[in-house]
């Protein structure tokens, strides 16, 4: 063996080797690091090596991989098609054709070792309900297992997620909370946001204040849970019968934040009725006007459409052109007119890009 071969798995061994001269180093402690450090370097390539014999398997029995999401294979057979997601080692996958799925289960059967569990119910703390009339998806029992995990459970409900006029700020005199308790029920939050749009806001306001939070804050977030309490089985419901179109809106609440007075930027996207992608961020810089603060925020929303366009390509579907509903007329006005660049060059220059994508249809 190559002994300076140890020393390139991690940095265990590098201190071994820069603490002690190499004829002092005891072989059988150096062989040992060797194979622990060789062990886990082996765990970390799993995935990597899983996936390239996975995705090779796949691509060699007639499926492409998708353009915008490399973990999205694509099969099509006249008409129909088949539709394979990767995540890790699970796999969802769907067709337009029954026939398809049972096809794809055979040929996995005969390549790997795997379970088929049927139609999907679960997965990643979302719970899938189908009907015949469209698809629910929802994350109650995650809900249920967060407030009993932080003592929620029977606590009184809340019908707001927080009190009228009673903005949060940073509350210097107030008295300190257990910061890990704080930060652990914003992450529990975070990951709940996946699915309800409603809290997101708030919740992301209320992860500002994480580095030092007081008690205003964690009371803010309690109330949040309060909130959940009552409203714990609310969800997405996609119906079958529903117009095949993608629209945007946009929106921005000028200068809403009460510390440093920034705007925030949000948006949604629908494919007919159903909501698909929404974003609610806080802007880099102060807007000097009603009319930036929309700007920019449209021009986030255009970039989210202009990924979810990408993306429904490699399902078939040719959305570029898309509605984007933006309620300020000035800044329609900045989009649709060049003119107006002399009076806009405080924007940011990355935020045009809209504009030059308006020109181009």
């Known amino acids: 063996m190559d002994v300076k071969s140890a020393f390139l798995y991690g940095t265990i061994e590098e201190e071994v080797y820069v603490s002690q001269p190499l004829g002092f180093v005891d072989p059988e402690f150096l062989e040992k690091f ?6 886990l370097y082996g765990l970390h390539q799993a ?30 057979v006249k008409g129909d098609i088949l539709l394979v997601q990767v995540y890790v080692d699970d796999i ?48 109650d029992k995650y809900v249920g297992e967060i407030l009993k995990k932080f003592g929620f459970s029977s606590i009184k409900t809340a019908s707001t997620l927080i009190e009228t006029n009673k903005a949060l700020t940073k509350d210097e005199d107030g008295k300190d909370v257990d910061i890990h308790l704080y930060r652990s029920m914003i992450r ?47 969800g997405f419901w996609y119906p079958r019968d529903s117009p095949f179109i993608l629209e945007a809106f946009s929106d921005s609440d000028y200068t809403g934040a009460s510390l440093d007075r920034k705007s925030t930027t949000g948006g949604c996207q629908f494919r007919g009725s159903r909501l698909i992608s929404w974003q609610c961020k806080k802007q880099t810089v102060v807007a000097n006007s009603t009319t ?11 970039g989210q459409v202009l990924w979810i366009q990408n993306q429904m390509l490699d399902y078939g579907y040719n959305f570029m052109q898309t509605m984007i509903h933006v309620e300020n007329e000035s800044a329609i006005c900045v ?23 308006y020109e181009k249809k």
């Open 188 to 234: 529990s939050l975070m990951y709940l946001t996946s699915s309800r749009p409603d809290i997101m806001f708030l919740v992301c306001a209320c992860l500002r204040f994480q580095v030092q939070p007081k008690v205003s804050h964690l009371n803010a977030v309690k109330r949040i849970f309060r909130y959940l309490k009552g409203r714990h089985k609310l």
């Open 292 to 302: 930036e603060a929309e700007y920019i925020a449209a021009s986030h929303c255009y």
């Open 34 to 39: 060797y194979k622990v450090g060789k062990t």
């Open 92 to 139: 969802i996958f769907g067709s337009t054709k029954k026939s398809l799925c049972t096809d794809f289960e055979q040929i996995m059967h005969k390549r790997f070792q795997m379970i088929s569990i049927g139609e999907i119910t679960f997965f990643l703390g979302f719970q899938v309900k189908q009907k015949e009339d469209g698809i629910f998806i929802s994350q």
């Open 335 to 357: 989009v649709k007119n060049p003119v107006y660049h002399s009076k806009t060059k405080h924007i940011e220059i990355r935020h045009h890009f809209i504009r030059d994508s």
């Open 47 to 76: 995935p990597k090596a899983w996936y390239e014999t996975l995705s090779t398997y796949l691509l060699d029995n007639g499926f492409y991989r998708g353009q915008i999401d490399k973990t999205l294979f694509i099969k099509r």
